[in-house]
């Protein structure tokens, strides 16, 4: 063994740790266990390698072999695109789909995490090497903070106030709140959707929250998550069964409606509030304003 054997393996170890930590397994059942799973911890070794690696490298001034580190991005930019094409191919087959926005953001999230580790490890051997193990560890713990907290964005819950209201019908009209959702002619259908249905209303915050939840993608998503936690009272070929969000015009209030197995309005609430802010969903109109009047 050389002088960068260890620390090598220190750096590998921790990474290939952190991308670990990072891969979490939710309601969504993405990525599935157990195959799922072994595809991105693999690729998170591979990006702790080449993280850990670098330092060496520089330390002997090889620094034709920092060049790699431009391959690795274009390697895991693939990642992106094998998330997209996956889940897009499976979102045909989902009784109510995730919508391409929130596909997009997951894609992105499962790429930039491979940079995550490729810095924690980088962080990692090069405390190591430049102080001792324990200035290591301590980098380690301090890198992996921080990629905690850089992969966990915001929650809907931070922009909008969740209200729970009965949906009701005014003739053959669905209705939560006064926002009108569609058309029911079947008495049928009317009663199903009295007995399983559930409303909500997102009031959103501020004006840059009513921008951002007035984006299709943020709302399927809203629908998606609460019909995959709470299952969803419907079957391919049921059109009067399918969730919805509807927003109101005049003040961009959106309505919620869904027919979850599970008829459970705080879990609910709970859901919709713990929906990620999709990043391709953010738009900050106000901001224009401030910008506008600096540059005058």
Same mark, same amino acid.
Request: hydrophobic letters at 45%; a neutral charge; zero cysteines.
């Given at each position: ?20 930590? @990072? ?50 991005a274009s390697q895991f930019r693939e990642v992106r695109n094998m998330e997209r094409n996956t889940l897009t191919e499976l979102d045909s087959y989902e009784l109510v789909s995730r919508g391409k926005t929130y596909i997009e953001g997951v894609a992105i999230a499962f790429e930039s995490r491979n940079y995550l580790v490729i810095f924690t490890s ?7 090497? @430049? ?9 380690a713990v301090v890198a992996v903070l921080i990629s905690k907290s850089l992969m966990s964005g915001g929650k809907l819950k931070e922009i909008v106030d969740i209200q729970f209201v009965e949906p009701r ?12 959702? @569609? ?114």
């Amino acid at each position: 063994m050389n002088e960068y054997t260890l620390p090598i393996l220190f750096g590998v170890i921790i990474g290939t740790l952190t991308r670990m930590l @990072m891969l979490r397994t939710d309601y969504r059942q993405y990525p599935t266990y157990l195959h799922g799973k072994i595809i991105h911890v693999a690729l998170g070794f591979i990006a702790a390698g080449l993280g850990t690696v670098a330092v060496p490298a520089i330390l002997e001034e090889e620094f034709t072999a920092i060049t790699f580190l431009t391959l690795a991005a274009s390697q895991f930019r693939e990642v992106r695109n094998m998330e997209r094409n996956t889940l897009t191919e499976l979102d045909s087959y989902e009784l109510v789909s995730r919508g391409k926005t929130y596909i997009e953001g997951v894609a992105i999230a499962f790429e930039s995490r491979n940079y995550l580790v490729i810095f924690t490890s980088l962080v990692s051997t090069l405390g190591y090497l @430049m102080f001792n193990i324990w200035v290591g560890i301590i980098a380690a713990v301090v890198a992996v903070l921080i990629s905690k907290s850089l992969m966990s964005g915001g929650k809907l819950k931070e922009i909008v106030d969740i209200q729970f209201v009965e949906p009701r019908f005014d003739g053959v009209g669905l209705y939560v709140d006064n926002i009108y959702m @569609m058309n029911i002619g079947l008495p049928v259908r009317q009663a199903e959707i009295l007995r399983y249905g559930m409303g909500f209303i997102l009031k959103p915050k501020d004006f840059n929250s009513r921008s951002t939840i007035a984006n299709l993608g943020q709302r399927q998503a809203i629908l998606h998550d609460v019909s995959t936690a709470l299952g969803v009272y419907r079957d391919s070929g049921t059109p009067a069964l399918v969730p919805l969000a509807k927003r109101d015009l005049d003040d961009g209030r959106i309505a919620v409606f869904v027919l979850p197995q599970e008829r459970d309005a705080e879990r609910a609430i709970e859901i919709i509030g713990d929906v990620p802010i999709l990043e391709n969903a953010i738009r900050m109109p106000s901001e224009k304003k401030k910008t506008k009047k600096g540059g005058e």
